[in-house]
């Protein structure tokens, strides 16, 4: 069991942890025709604009209501009423999912009551799905940010079902969490459709980021769960939840609609696959498809294959608080040890995580214990790169933000193909690394003689050795 604590610096010097409105701005671009809106300055807005669009390479929807120094101190109202009509005028959107920020949540704006003055304003608006979460971004992290929204759009959108007893056992809610690419959606999504289940997922990041380019141009996002799906899912037989923080939206939907869930902390190595693929046979009825055996022998022998290389290397890893347990687990399953570990917010999952120590930290914390530990594969996301360079490590990109690298939003890491993957991604860093500063080549075996010395070589050769076996 891992324990758990928090760095004493003054102040982060180079951060790991982004913050929770974007987290929860991330959750609302899993809905089909959704303007996530942050309140707060325009500044906070564009940071995650351009992080966003520098990870996914893609355009990104996100709308601000624009607060001033005046506006703060007088209260929001009319930037948020305003921001909506706006919205609702120029962009035809199906759900705007508004999101609060350090500024707005210092002065105690009352967002909820706002949004019920629009309605009253514009009855037109009286049933027109706004969804708000409070996410102040001077406390907790991306993560934080992304549960509550989930939680919230839960809360708000499904609807309890009429008859309990005509439930459709096919129909299977899925809450990924937000450590999941839409890359590691789309897996998911084929493995639980071959089982002949019909999977809803909220959000539903591998229909609106999977980088696909639409018919035509639309300023919201292009694909994802729509709310009229979101609302039927009380109907569904049972709930995945993924990674720790979807517990709550997981026990909020059983809750209101009465659906059963099973949670899976992790998705990323063989025996988690395992209870997942069991628990897919056991809701369906259906033995598991050929090509899911195929590729657990794939899995088996790529771990047999990768653990020469990644066995025994010292770790450091830094990652949010589900993405550094599920990956951290599997690479220590492959032999490696986690000397140093990083995450950004407090999680029950923290102490499972097989190190002697997590550390609530950001990168310089990362990068020190890296160093002063003697880690020799370094694990984060593209801010640990200069980390990295001059620790001279191999270093393995994961998590967001990824930008320096194409297809971020296509890496996988779930399902038996996941796994795979992920170790010939590590080991292929790290066999890439001793080619180029340990492997012996021809120019480490060039004579030392020059050619006026050849006669004199092999007594001289012959005279070193004597003195080392003499020493």
Not at 113 to 118: H, P, Q, R, V
Request: glycine share 10%.
């Amino acid at each position: 069991m891992a324990k758990v604590v928090t760095s004493k610096k003054a102040c982060s010097v180079n951060p790991l942890k982004m913050s929770q409105p974007i987290g929860a701005a991330l959750a609302f671009m899993g809905l089909r025709g959704s303007m996530p809106l942050l309140h707060g300055s325009q500044g906070c807005t564009s940071f995650g604009l351009v992080l966003f669009v520098r990870h996914f390479k893609e355009a990104i929807p996100l709308q601000t209501t624009a607060m001033s120094e005046v506006a703060t101190v007088l209260g929001g109202y009319e930037n948020v009423e305003q921001a909506v009509m706006n919205i609702i005028k120029r962009t035809k959107p199906e759900i705007i999912g508004i999101a609060s920020t350090g500024v707005t949540e210092t002065k105690g704006d009352d967002v909820l009551g706002y949004i019920e003055l629009i309605r009253q304003n514009h009855p037109e608006l009286r049933n027109f799905p706004m969804v708000y979460v409070s996410t102040p971004d001077f406390k907790d992290a991306f993560q934080d940010g992304w549960e509550k929204a989930v939680t919230r759009l839960v809360e708000d959108l499904v609807e309890a079902p009429a008859n309990a007893a005509r439930r459709d056992p096919t129909c299977i809610n899925v809450l990924p969490g937000s450590h999941l690419t839409p890359g590691d959606i789309e897996e998911l999504r084929t493995i639980i459709e071959d089982f002949g289940l019909e999977p809803t997922f909220l959000p539903d990041l591998g229909g609106s980021l999977d980088g696909h380019i639409p018919d035509d141009f639309t300023p919201t996002t292009i694909g994802g769960v729509g709310v009229d799906e979101v609302a039927t899912m009380g109907d569904a037989g049972w709930t995945i939840a993924i990674g720790a923080q979807m517990r709550a939206a997981a026990e909020a939907l059983e809750k209101k609609a009465g659906v059963p869930f099973r949670l899976f902390e992790r998705l990323c190595g063989l025996e988690a696959n395992d209870e997942l693929i069991a628990f897919l046979t056991e809701i369906s009825g259906r033995p598991a498809p050929a090509k899911y055996r195929r590729q657990r022998g794939q899995l088996v022998d790529a771990m047999l294959d990768g653990h020469f290389h990644i066995g025994g290397r010292k770790l450091a890893i830094g990652a949010e608080p589900d993405l550094l347990y599920d990956v951290g687990s599997f690479l220590h399953e492959m032999g490696a040890h986690i000397e140093v570990a990083i995450t950004t917010t407090q999680s029950p999952v923290l102490e499972k995580v097989p190190a002697e120590e997590v550390v609530i930290g950001d990168l310089e914390d990362l990068e020190f214990q890296a160093r002063d530990k003697g880690c020799d594969l370094f694990v984060t996301h593209s801010h640990g790169r200069q980390a990295a360079a001059r620790l001279k490590i191999p270093f393995h990109r994961l998590g967001i933000p990824m930008f320096d690298r194409l297809g971020a939003g296509h890496k996988l890491s779930v399902g038996y193909r996941g796994g795979r993957d992920l170790i010939f991604q590590v080991a292929n860093l790290i066999m890439a690394d001793r080619e180029e500063n340990h492997e012996v080549t021809t120019e480490t075996w060039r004579n030392p003689w020059g050619p006026d010395d050849v006669k004199s070589a092999p007594q001289e050769a012959g005279a070193a050795i004597a003195t080392s076996l003499a020493n």
